[in-house]
């Protein structure tokens, strides 16, 4: 197989505010080179290297010199070098020669994503002589080129790579003061600068006068404020150092898990609380991230041969009554970091719980009932978390609450032991059931009541004035109450909103809305399209299950203010008791239903009272109601009962039926 090198680089990612990554990559590189010679006085120099030709000022804008841009980077060591082996490695693409350290083989192609050249001198020791290797590293079809090898006087390993041609967008996206490159440095190289045989590290850089000896700003900035403390979970005892590292824009707040003194896997903390905010905040203002190093015996028996992962039985699984799932390993952990960033987290999650307590306050009453219990929950709010996020999450919680409230449920009734029953702590479990099963009926109450405001305030937008001076068609309101075009076959319960007219409209056994009379009934060819046609349920409005059933409604809807009608919608409704009287109507279970021939019909016109309709109802011998927001009589000849009722009558009834649940909830 044929490797397109070219290729390969160009399907290499790397971000230009990744910029000093290549670098990072190269130093890493050498800490790996002085553990591979095992010696106890391992050194690795970085150079920063700039443009000569430009001036040099002192005045600094943030991170970045106003000049002296950085051309490169040079890294020197005293490890082990570019062996036979080692050389041989770097020439294979993607090889797992270093898996064991957690390396996939493509670092090196990072150098050549940000820098135009890479040259390498190389002198090592093998097979009792010293060699010089030399080679450069490009963009040409097999990556190396002008390799030599030779013997050489030389009687100490050093190792230089220099990182050329510094590419302009990557330039642009990189520090240019040194301390804030040596930062950067030791926060990648963190869990390698904890180990107690760290190499020696230093930064020159032409700017400055002195080099930044990377160790000794280590202990004093990190390993000065690090603390340390003592996790146990079931039977296994870990050693956790907490560390404050200072806060790149790459940081974040990590836990690490390490074996034989080597970081193996690290786990964002944010996947596990939330709400920790990004950056952390020392007394004299400068922002740091956490991070916990975690170690000891359980962990170096379990990590696995290439030490990339970890061998932890997970949930579910069968495991050792004394030894932790993964999951209860890392919450334990967790606990231990919460506790170390106590007073910082407590501000953040009193800030939390004020939003969260505010917004249901103002906007979602109905979650008032688990607000008692969202303590227990803080964790899994995001700090940026907004409106739409909380409102998800607390969702969330309350299905959760209502699953675990069912399952709770389930036990005590399956509980038949009349012993267990009689119990105190059978008794307890009822009454905390008793209440959450409470809380959850308050819940959904409150989310009734809400959407009844909600739909009561659509309403009242419907009938009022639209923006182009006219009132909106009766279909609105139509829709608002109950979907044109549809049975109660095809519309679900909490899909309609009938309790507007009345709360008894609920309870029909079957519903037709705006749909052709002879496409429901008997009355076949009829296109006469009653807006509601309600067929009622016999125990909701006549105390009688007998069929044929003895009553229906009729509902026809006018637009507000309407002035001008093609049919006086009085005798409308009146034609179609007519049509529907003694007709046969399929049910909501399929089944063919009569309406009696002597059945009372109740039907509504919901329209504004203007003169016009006023002349209508009183030539129909209809009596003003006692509130003159309507008119209402019973017509003998039809035996239909007939009412008026305008829309602010309409708006008015149905907000006084609700007024005191939405003073509960103060949406009033």
């Not at 390396?103 to 090196?108: F, Q």
């Not at 930062?183 to 930044?212: F, G």
């Not at 809380?439 to 309403?459: E, G, N, P, T």
Request: proline share 3%; hydrophobic share 35%; aromatic share 8%.
């Amino acid at each position: 197989m044929k490797l397109n090198f070219q290729g390969r680089i160009s399907n290499v990612t790397l971000a230009y505010h990744r910029a000093l990554l290549p670098l990072f990559e190269a130093v890493i590189n050498s800490i790996h080179a002085i553990e591979d010679i095992r010696t106890s006085s391992g050194e690795i120099r970085i150079r920063i290297c700039r443009n000569k030709a430009e001036a040099r000022q002192q005045h600094l804008t943030e991170n970045r010199l106003t000049s002296r841009s950085i051309i490169g980077f040079a890294i020197e060591d005293n490890g082990c070098g570019f062996t036979t082996a080692n050389y041989e490695a770097f020439e294979t693409s993607d090889t797992d020669f270093k898996k064991s350290r957690g390396a996939k083989g493509i670092g090196r192609f990072l150098w050549l994503k940000a820098f135009e050249i890479v040259r390498v001198t190389s002198v090592y020791e093998e097979n009792g002589k010293f060699w010089e290797r030399k080679f450069d590293f490009t963009l040409t079809a097999n990556g190396t080129s002008n390799h030599t090898l030779r013997e050489t006087d030389a009687r100490q390993n050093r190792t230089t790579v220099e990182l050329v041609d510094f590419e302009a967008r990557y330039e642009q996206e990189c520090p240019r003061l040194s301390h804030t490159i040596a930062e950067r440095t030791i926060e990648h190289c963190l869990s390698y600068l904890l180990r107690p045989n760290s190499p020696a590290m230093c930064l020159e850089d032409n700017d400055e006068e002195q080099p930044v000896d990377l160790v000794d700003l280590y202990r004093r900035e990190i390993e000065a404020k690090a603390k340390r403390s003592e996790v146990k979970c079931r039977n296994i005892k870990l050693a956790v150092q907490h560390v404050r590292v200072f806060a790149g824009e790459l940081s974040q707040h990590t836990i690490h898990l390490c074996a034989h003194d080597r970081d193996v896997q690290h786990l964002p903390l944010a996947n596990y609380i939330p709400y920790i905010p990004q950056r952390f905040k020392e007394s004299d203002g400068k922002s740091f991230v956490y991070k916990s190093y975690v170690s000891g015996d359980f962990l170096d028996q379990r990590v696995n041969a290439e030490r990339t992962a970890f061998d932890l039985a997970r949930e579910g699984e069968l495991q050792s009554e004394s030894e932790p799932t993964e999951q209860e390993l890392v919450n334990s952990i967790v606990d231990a970091a919460a506790i170390e960033l106590g007073p910082l987290l407590t501000e953040v999650e009193e800030k939390i719980k004020n939003r969260v307590e505010e917004l249901v306050a103002k906007k979602y009453p109905e979650y008032r009932t688990i607000l008692k219990n969202v303590d227990t929950h803080l964790r899994e709010f995001k700090e940026t978390a907004n409106d739409s996020e909380i409102l998800s999450k607390l969702n969330e919680i309350q299905f959760q609450e209502d699953l675990d409230a069912r399952e709770q449920a389930r036990k005590l009734i399956a509980e038949r032991d009349p012993n267990v029953r009689s119990s105190q702590k059978y008794l307890q479990l009822q009454k905390a059931y008793t209440e959450k099963a409470h809380d959850i009926a308050q819940s959904r109450l409150a989310q009734c009541v809400i959407h009844r405001k909600i739909i009561l305030d659509l309403l009242e937008a419907q009938i009022s004035v639209s923006g182009n001076g006219k009132f909106p068609k009766e279909e609105k309101v139509h829709e608002l109450i109950f979907p044109m075009r549809k049975t109660s076959h095809e519309v679900a319960w909490d899909k309609q909103n009938l309790w507007i007219i009345d709360e008894r409209l609920a309870y029909h056994r079957f519903l037709a809305s705006d749909k052709p009379i002879g496409s429901f009934s008997n009355v076949k060819g009829d296109r006469d399209e009653p807006d509601l046609f309600v067929l009622n349920n016999p125990a909701a409005f006549v105390g009688s299950g007998e069929l044929p059933l003895n009553s229906a409604i009729i509902v026809e809807f006018k637009r507000a203010e309407r002035t001008g009608f093609d049919e006086n919608p009085i005798e409308q409704v009146l034609r179609y008791v007519t049509k529907l009287r003694g007709a046969k109507v399929k049910d909501d279970r399929g089944r063919s239903v009569q309406v009696h021939s002597n059945a009372v019909f109740y039907c509504y016109i919901i329209a504004d009272l203007t003169p016009q309709l006023k002349s209508m109802a009183q030539m129909a011998s209809l009596d003003p109601t006692p509130d003159e927001c309507g008119y209402f009589g019973f017509n003998r000849n039809f035996k239909a009962y007939v009412e008026i009722i305008s829309y602010d009558k309409l708006l008015k009834d149905s907000s006084d039926r609700n007024r005191e649940l939405f003073k509960a909830l103060d949406l009033e």
